[in-house]
């Protein structure tokens, strides 16, 4: 029994993912914040509901306690829940208004990561998926004019990319750290969901593909890695 666990999983992206990886023979269990929506979404994917809000150290604690009740390890673990925060450049927004997004794109990660670490490291095969995006990615935003075959649409968002920039740091620096476990980031692209008023490019169908792969690839795929659906991202 393959156990994957995915936060965010009651819509957009992660919803799409568990749906995927539920047909795969994946058991899922779908990580919502909200216990009514994230019951539905369950039924509807026939996953397993778990109630987790990444903003919160007791919430992710209890979920990874009943997962371990549950199942005993997990094999997978896909950090996909984000925000966008507010579309502000350098110098329009406080401090308060970035820990907001980082509490949530970069803690958020860091908290679930560690409390679910002890059941990855009981599976023989596991792995960390970070869902992440091209605006994190230090060499794009340098010259975005350079990269339009990776990133079509470009904008400088303080909060958000930066968070993602940071996203990518904790991929790298958890890779080398535990080497028994695939540590990847993933850029779905420009995909239309809630996060950004489904203005993006694609579906949640060609978005959540590369994240499925990554989960999919098994111990044989390196590990500390940038992977979008063309290839390697350059960080």
Do not use: C
């Not at 409390?115 to 794009?140: Q, Y």
Request: glycine letters at 10%; zero cysteines; aromatic letters at 6%.
């Amino acid at each position: 029994m393959t156990v994957t666990v995915i936060t965010g999983a009651n819509k957009g992206l992660g919803f799409e993912t568990a749906r995927r990886l539920i047909e795969q023979g994946h058991t899922v269990y779908a990580g919502a914040r909200d216990p009514h929506r994230g019951a539905e979404a369950a039924r509807t994917l026939g996953a397993r509901p778990l109630l987790i809000d990444i903003t919160d150290d007791a919430s992710v604690t209890a979920a990874a306690e009943s997962v371990r009740a549950e199942a005993g390890h997990v094999d997978v673990l896909i950090n996909n829940a984000g925000i966008a925060g507010p579309t502000a450049l350098a110098g329009e927004l406080t401090a308060a208004d970035l820990q907001q997004v980082y509490d949530t794109n970069v803690f958020g990660a860091v908290r679930t990561t560690d409390a679910f670490l002890p059941l990855l490291r009981a599976s023989s095969g596991p792995a960390i998926v970070n869902v992440s995006s091209s605006l994190g990615s230090l060499t794009i935003n340098a010259d975005p004019a350079a990269h339009t075959d990776i990133l079509p649409a470009w904008a400088p968002l303080l909060a958000y990319n930066s968070s993602k920039a940071a996203l990518n740091m904790l991929t790298v620096l958890y890779a080398q750290a535990y080497p028994q476990i695939t540590v990847t980031t993933v850029d779905p692209g420009f995909t239309a969901t809630d996060l950004n008023g489904h203005q993006g490019t694609q579906s949640v169908e060609q978005g959540a593909a590369v994240i499925i792969a990554a989960a999919l690839s098994g111990t044989d795929a390196p590990t500390g890695t940038f992977i979008g659906a063309s290839g390697p991202v350059p960080w």
